[in-house]
């Protein structure tokens, strides 16, 4: 059975940085390309980024493209986004994602539970 | 443009065929991808692909593409089918980045 577990999330102050985890099983991790989605609190959802299965093409979202960096360790089967001087509207739940097929990377088939972020003073 | 729009709400009596549309200039020459969020829950896949139901999905959910428009159909929606419902390919870019519809309330009553 695919899992996807999201881990790090919590309240941080604006301009600060945040890592997530997403931690995979039930799969072979290093066959997929990955994917990062966000929604903010009562919107909808948010394209975020994507890493290929040998990490040499990150792509990002405009809107977080500088600030944020996906990394994967694949002997661990973790996926990673550093988040780094953080805005208010980066507030929402962070989603990891896993294609439905390992040759289908550019979309979304497993998502995990979530991990809420929230960026206040 | 390489957005996907979609109606914001759809409604239907129970057992009634619901109808969700996504519309997109570069839909002709990407899939698209159906997922149902219920309200608290991480989002489900439904559709792949434009028509293809993953298993575990009832038969009464189904898709099609034609053009510049992804249609989502619930044949005899039930009352557990109302959620949200977002569509999503990729955008035209070399990259082809992850674009999301605006998604649609569907509710069943």
């Known amino acids: 059975e695919v899992q996807l577990v999201e881990s790090g999330g919590g309240l941080v102050q604006p301009g600060g940085s945040l890592r997530l985890s997403c931690v995979a099983s039930?799969?072979?991790?290093?066959?997929?390309?990955m994917h990062w989605v966000r929604q903010a609190p009562g919107k909808g959802l948010v394209w975020v980024s994507r890493?290929?299965?040998?990490?040499?093409?990150?792509i990002y979202a405009d809107s977080v493209k500088g600030r944020f960096t996906i990394s994967r360790d694949n002997a661990k089967k973790t996926l990673y986004l550093q988040m780094n001087s953080l805005r208010a509207e980066d507030t929402a739940v962070y989603y990891c994602a896993r294609p439905l097929h390992d040759n289908s990377g550019y979309y979304l088939g497993y998502w995990g539970q979530g991990t809420l972020v929230t960026v206040s003073s | 443009s390489d957005e996907l729009t979609q109606p914001p709400s759809v409604s239907v009596s129970p057992g009634q065929t619901a109808r969700i549309t996504c519309s997109g200039d570069?839909?002709?020459?990407?899939?698209a991808y159906w997922y149902q969020q219920k309200s608290g829950q991480a989002p489900v896949l439904v559709i792949s692909e434009d028509s293809k139901r993953p298993s575990g999905i009832p038969e009464r959910f189904s898709g099609s593409s034609s053009g510049t428009m992804a249609t989502l159909t619930i044949s005899g929606a039930q009352v557990e089918d109302e959620a949200d419902y977002y569509c999503?390919?990729?955008?035209?870019?070399?990259?082809?980045?992850?674009?999301f519809g605006g998604g649609t309330k569907l509710t069943v009553l």
């Open positions: 039930g799969f072979t991790f290093r066959s997929y390309w």
């Open positions: 999503y390919s990729t955008d035209s870019s070399g990259d082809q980045r992850g674009v």
């Open positions: 570069a839909l002709p020459k990407k899939y």
């Open positions: 890493l290929d299965d040998y990490e040499t093409s990150p």
